[in-house]
C-alpha cells in the first residue's frame, strides 16, 4: 500500500505543478491580450488628432477647438496607463507609450 500512496503523492504534486504553470501562462496571454488592446486604442485615438500637433507645430484656433476632446480622451488614457502601470496591471514592456513615469 506504500507504494501506491508514494506514487498517488508524486502525482498529486505533479498535478499541483502543472495546474501552477497553466496558471501563470493564462495570466500572461491575458495580460498581454489587454496591453494589445490598450495599444489599439492609443492607436485609434492617435489617429483622430492633428498630425500637426503630433509634430510639434502650432495649431490654428479652429484645429485647436476641433481637437479638443480627442486631445481630451489622450490625455484621459494617457492618465489610466499611468494608474495601470502603477498597480501593474500593464508592463513596462508593454505600455504603448512610455510616459517616463518611474515607478516607485
Known amino acids: 500500500m506504500t ?3 508514494d506514487i498517488g503523492t508524486c502525482l498529486t504534486a505533479a498535478g499541483v505543478g502543472a495546474a501552477v504553470v497553466q496558471l501563470q501562462f493564462n ?4 495580460r498581454t491580450d489587454f496591453e494589445d488592446r490598450l495599444t ?3 492607436r485609434q485615438l492617435v489617429a ?3 498630425v500637426d ?4 507645430k502650432k495649431l490654428t484656433p479652429i484645429e485647436d477647438r476641433e481637437s479638443l476632446s480627442a486631445f481630451y480622451r489622450y490625455f484621459d488614457l494617457c ?4 494608474f495601470l502601470r502603477e498597480s501593474h496591471r500593464v508592463s513596462k514592456k508593454g505600455s504603448p507609450v512610455d510616459l517616463g513615469v518611474t515607478h516607485r
Open 53 to 56: 500637433a503630433m509634430l510639434g
Open 27 to 30: 495570466y500572461r496571454r491575458a
Open 48 to 50: 483622430e488628432l492633428p
Open 79 to 82: 492618465n489610466e496607463q499611468i
Open 40 to 42: 489599439s486604442v492609443y
Open 3 to 5: 507504494i501506491v500512496t
